[in-house]
């Protein structure tokens, strides 16, 4: 395992000349307050360097994670049934942010590199080899909510190992990063009080709602997200379990009423 901290050469980062990593930050940018945000921002990354996946979450001291954005690049997406694996148990025993804790008590923010081989068993099979995964960097800051907020970059075995030169590339945009996934998940929490409900949902979940809305078919919405229609089912249902209903129309009641009640 590696740390880095994001505090060194803060002055020279600002001035970094790499043009890709700028025009991906852009895009990322232009996603915030998405509903799409998990997707997009992961394909504006992937214009800079190739990820297969990344995710976005919270941990806290004394309650379970929260995953706020994920997605999948080129291959396919198994980071819900990943996430459903950690929330369940793998997190109460997760020691990959310990030593980030311990950092975070002098600084604000840190890079960490994680290679697959160095997870407990349990993780490691449960996560990385089911889904050959190899590698994972992320981005980790506290959070007011007296715990950590962590974003995750992952690379399978399909792909190269992280380079020293990427490494440091995403320590340098570290903090631009950071700060838009901290404006992003702000703006969404504001919106899941007095915006729409679907906010209260991850990407994939309010895609699927979105799309059922409109009145697209479930063989519609699988073609056009390039998923299976039982996949849409899947979403579907965990969407709407979430948001306390059980029918396509209770779903158009919520949304219909909100929207009169809105000022």
């Known amino acids: 395992m590696q740390l880095i901290s994001l505090q060194e050469s803060v ?11 700028q025009e991906a930050l852009v895009g990322i940018i ?11 921002a992961l394909a504006q990354l992937n214009r800079w360097m190739p990820l297969c996946w990344w995710s976005v979450y919270r941990l806290f001291d004394d309650q379970p994670p929260t995953l706020h954005a994920s997605g999948s690049f080129g291959v396919s997406d198994g ?8 929330r369940a148990s793998l997190y109460r025993r997760d020691e990959t942010f310990f030593l ?15 290679h697959a081989t160095e997870f407990s068993a349990r993780h490691r099979e449960a996560i990385y080899s089911r889904h050959g995964l190899r590698e994972r960097l992320s981005i980790v800051s506290a959070h007011d909510e007296c715990g950590l907020t962590s974003i995750n970059f992952y690379r399978n075995e399909g792909q190269q190992a992280f380079s020293d030169k990427e490494i440091d590339a995403i320590r340098k945009l570290g903090r631009p990063l950071l700060a838009s996934v901290n404006r992003h998940l702000s703006l969404c929490g504001k919106a899941s009080v007095g915006g729409s409900p679907l906010c209260a949902l991850t990407g994939r979940e309010r895609d699927v709602c979105d799309r059922i809305l409109k009145g697209w078919t479930h063989e519609g919405i699988a073609a056009d ?3 299976s229609p039982a996949t849409v089912k899947t979403y579907r249902d965990r969407a709407f379990e979430r948001l306390g209903i059980h029918h396509r129309n209770e779903l158009f009641a919520l949304i219909l009423g909100h929207s009169h009640a809105a000022p």
Not at 11 to 21: F, K, L, N, P, Y
Not at 79 to 86: D, G, M
Request: with cysteine; glycine share 8%.
């Open 30 to 40: 232009g996603s915030i307050g998405d509903a799409t945000f998990g997707r997009e």
């Open 100 to 114: 980030a804790k311990e950092h975070l008590r002098e600084a604000d923010a840190a890079l960490l590199h994680w």
């Open 225 to 227: 997200l390039q998923v």
């Open 79 to 86: 980071t819900q049934e990943c996430w459903r694996v950690y």
């Open 11 to 21: 002055a020279s980062d600002c001035r970094t000349d790499d043009s890709a990593g």
